[in-house]
């Protein structure tokens, strides 16, 4: 019943944040910050900031809402929340794609009202034969 009413309450937080993704990927906490919601792409440059506001504020659950972004910067991210045992969350009418996914499955424990897309990794060109030899 705790988590229902902790769901709802991110979801009412993340209906009145708006669905549009900005440039950048932003954080917005919710009581007493034990959840936060993400949304925006994922973008390695801007990690250090995200990371230090998650370290500052201690959320044990996170609202995912991103198309994807930067592989590095969402496994440095996924890898953030799996230490953290972060639970991860899509809620109904919202994305987590591509990138995004790497964070989704980090949680230890995982919802997902919304949208999941996984796609294959398709590495630039030359990028797979560096270590092809």
Same mark, same amino acid.
């Not at 229902?4 to 991110?10: N, T």
């Not at 993340?14 to 792409?41: N, R, Y």
């Given at each position: 019943?705790?988590?229902?009413l902790h769901?709802?309450?991110?979801?009412?937080?993340?209906?009145?944040?708006g669905?549009?993704?900005?440039?950048?990927?932003?954080?917005?906490? +919710?009581?007493?910050?034990?959840?936060?919601?993400?949304?925006?792409?994922? $973008?390695? !440059? =801007? #990690? /250090?900031?995200?990371?230090?506001?998650?370290?500052e504020?201690?959320?044990?659950?996170?609202?995912?809402?991103?198309?994807g +972004?930067?592989?590095?910067?969402?496994?440095?991210f996924a890898?953030?929340? $799996?230490? !953290? =045992? #972060? /639970?991860?969350?899509?809620?109904?009418?919202?994305?987590?794609?591509?990138?995004?996914?790497?964070?989704?499955l980090?949680?230890?424990?995982?919802?997902?009202?919304?949208?999941?897309?996984?796609?294959?990794?398709?590495?630039?060109?030359?990028?797979?034969?560096?270590n092809?030899?």
């Amino acid at each position: 019943m705790k988590k229902l009413l902790h769901f709802s309450l991110l979801t009412f937080a993340l209906i009145f944040s708006g669905q549009s993704f900005a440039s950048a990927g932003e954080l917005l906490f +919710g009581e007493g910050d034990k959840w936060v919601v993400f949304q925006g792409p994922i $973008r390695t !440059k =801007e #990690m /250090d900031g995200l990371l230090s506001q998650l370290d500052e504020k201690k959320p044990k659950q996170i609202l995912l809402n991103s198309v994807g +972004g930067n592989l590095t910067g969402a496994m440095r991210f996924a890898r953030y929340v $799996r230490e !953290k =045992e #972060m /639970d991860t969350w899509i809620a109904k009418n919202q994305t987590c794609a591509s990138a995004c996914a790497l964070v989704f499955l980090a949680g230890v424990e995982r919802f997902s009202e919304g949208k999941l897309i996984v796609h294959q990794y398709l590495p630039t060109p030359g990028q797979g034969e560096a270590n092809a030899t």
